[in-house]
Structure formats: C-alpha cells, structure tokens
C-alpha cells in the first residue's frame, strides 16, 4: 500500500499553478485540514460531505476544485451554490471572484430583496457561477425561462444542515426538480446532522464524508473563552452594557462585539437603545432592506462601527476576521446554533470570547449548550451594583425606543410577504384580510397602549436625568 503523501502546500493538492498562484496572492500559504482532505475527492469525482468547526476553510474546499474543473471545460452555468442567508451568499460569491479573477470568472448572486429584473437579466448572460439562497432562485425558475440548471456540473449546499432542515423543503424540491441527476453533490457544514447521514443513501455517486476529529471533544475551537453572566430576565438590556463596558475597560478597549438576540423587533430596539446610550452599533437582521443590510455589515468588517447587533442571519458562515467579543444576549434554544453564533470570534488560530446572558429560564438551556460543545462555561464577573445603577435609565430609553419603532413602517414588510405568500398558497382577497385583519388590529391596539404609557415615561426620564448616568463611559 502506497505511503500517503504529506500536504504541505497547494502545490501538494495537483491543483493548477494559476490557482496556487492566486492562493499565495490573498495570503493562503498552506490548505487546512477539511481543504487537505476534500480537495483531492472532489477533483476525483466524488460526491462529499465536509464537516468541521467554523473558520476552518470551508468555502475554498469547494471553491478551488470548482474552479480547477471550470477552467478545464468552461461553461455556463457550470455550478450552483446554494445557502441560507443573503449575506453568506454575497461573500461566497466574494471568495469566488478572488480565486477566479485571473480566468474572467462570471458569477452572479441571486437573493431576495433585490431586483428581480435586473437578476433575470444576470441568469440570461449564463454567468459560471450562481451562489443563491433557495427562495429566491424558486421565484425564477417558477417565473421565468430565460435560463436552465440543467447542464450543472456541481450543486454545493454550503450550510446544508440547515439548508435540508426543514424550513425551505419546497424551495430546495422547486430546484432539485430543475438540476441534471447527472452531477456532483457537495454538502459542507460546522455541524453533521441526521439529515446529512441520510443523503449518503440516496446518491447514486461515491461519497467521501470527512469530519474533523478532535480529540479535546470540544465543538468550538481551543482559543474560545467562553463564559456566562446570571442575570434577571428585566435586567438584560442593563447587565448587557455592564458587559461590555467591563470588557472595553479591562479586556480591549477597541474590540469589535457581535451581540446575538432572538427577534428582528427585539434586535432593532437594542439597537436603538445602545446608539442612544452611547454605544454606537449597526444592525443586521430580515427586516431590514438588502442595501442597508450589506452597509451595516461594510461597516463593521471595516471598524468603522464597533458593535454589530444581529439575529442568527448572521451566526452563519460570516468571515470577520477580527471579532474579539460575541455575546447572546438571548440564548438560542438550540445548542448547535449558540456553535455557530459563538464561532464568529477566535478564528484561523487567533482568540476570543463569549459571553451569554444567562436568565432563571435558561439554566436547562445552558447545561445543554455545556454538553454539545463538551466544556463548562466560567463566570464573568460584572459589578452588580453599577447595573443597578444604570436599570433605570436603560429601561426608559429601551421603552422610549419601543415608542418610536411603533410609529414607523417596520412592520409592513412583515406584511407585505405574509400577504404574498397567503396569494401563493391561493388565498382569496377576503380570506387574506381575514388572516390579517386581527393583527392589525391588536397592533393598533398596542400602539394606543404605548401612547398612553408615554406620559409615565416621559415622567420618568425627567426624574432619572436630574441624576443621569455616564453609560457612555
């Protein structure tokens, strides 16, 4: 049996000079071990599932292969990948260009919130490379024909786990039924599910599966410094700013923060409140039109905001480099996604932390979340009275928030795609005004409840600026 050869370059990988080339050119010296390990399968022929911990190179273990096999027989659409969230898409697409630029590499990414004419008209060149998330892709193959899938040589699902869980089944069925069966499956994730398991039995080709082994057990990296702070479920927004004014104070006085929560209204509010305490942030999450959404996440990639405030839009697959602080300000209720919320810092080697916000209601949550990823979670200490101190102040400006966001637009998106999806599903105008009728209802509702309690607010933020905290510090 033949010595297995050791990898220790791209050269090492039989992939062309051309690529190695332009590897060296964006500061990638050596492959990492998911690259080392499917690189060779994929150029063989083979189907592949790859699984390892974020930051671990992912998207290039399928890209330069991809590209290696494009430049040998160049056509268009020559490969299609799909994943979960618009801003993934947008930066996969990024890698792409940057591997590519040398052989004029054409490749268009088609996600929602953009215009859907001017997409039509980027399909119909037959660009090589169409990254995507799968509703929007479904609304073009249901709606047009300028354009055909089905001469595909590779079909990527990048984040496949979530991809094939369940939430966007009639998507993924809309475009398997539009793919060749002739081609080649590639299925990568941080984390292997049930789900993947399954898709080994239904392929017709070979499949080469790799999973990272790490013999710590852990399911985040080694350079992760993960913690947890106690907390009343009211005291959240206040313990938050303690947090991070604890970590600028005696950690790093510059690091860039990501903080996690669980709603679009509830990510929005926070980040209202945290400008209006000094903390400047930007926020990323579905209700915010695609433009703004690729500004806010231009900014912080580029510090010029410190602080970005999302949902689990972005807990997936995003590459910043140098985020030193991730913090759950709600804890997901599932383990796998706090895996992928956390792995946004300590990457490619260098260190990080994790904070999560930790209420009565948690504890199970917590305890779970030790067990997936095989390590206890270490207190961080915050000074208790310092939040008592500033609970006042922080409630009224989050209350004061919650008044202006229900004097916009922000719900009308919402709206507009309930109602969209309602006609798709063959509502009738009056069934459609049915279903909704109730909750614009129960807004205005709400909203009258809000008016009458700005009074007391008002009130209140009298009182507490004849005494008013330095939360900017």
Known sequence: MAEKKEIKSFDDLNLNSW???QCNNIGLKQPTPIQQNCIPRI?????????????SGKTLAFALPILQKLCEDPYGIFALILTPTRELAFQIAEQFAAIGKSINLKKCVIVGGMDMVAQAQELA??????VSTPGRLADHLESCDTFSLDRIKFLVLDEADRLLGGHFDDQIKTIFAALPKKRQSLLFSATITDTLEQIKKVTSNTVFEYEAKDDSGVATVKELDQRYVLCPHDA???TLVEVIRTFRNSINENGSIMIFTDTCKSCQLLSMTLNEVGFENVALHAMIKQRE?????????????RILIATDVAARGLDIPFV?????????????????????????GRGGMAISLITQHDIKLLHAIEEAVGTKLTDFKVDDKEIVTIFTQISVTKREAEIKLDETDFYEKKMINKRKKLIMEGKTPEEIDEILAPKKKHKKKEKKQKNEMNGTINSDADKNNEKEIDVKS
Not at 330 to 348: F, L
């Open 19 to 21: 690529i190695v080339k």
């Open 43 to 55: 150029l063989a022929g083979d189907d592949c599932i790859g699984c390892a911990k974020t930051g």
């Open 125 to 130: 060149k037959r660009p090589h490379i169409v």
């Open 236 to 238: 959240r927004d206040a």
């Open 293 to 305: 959404r690729l500004i806010s996440l231009s900014k912080f990639k580029s510090n010029h905001a």
């Open 324 to 348: 030193e602080l991730v913090v759950n300000h709600s804890i997901p209720n599932v383990p796998k996604e706090y895996i992928h919320r956390v792995g946004r810092t300590a990457r490619a």
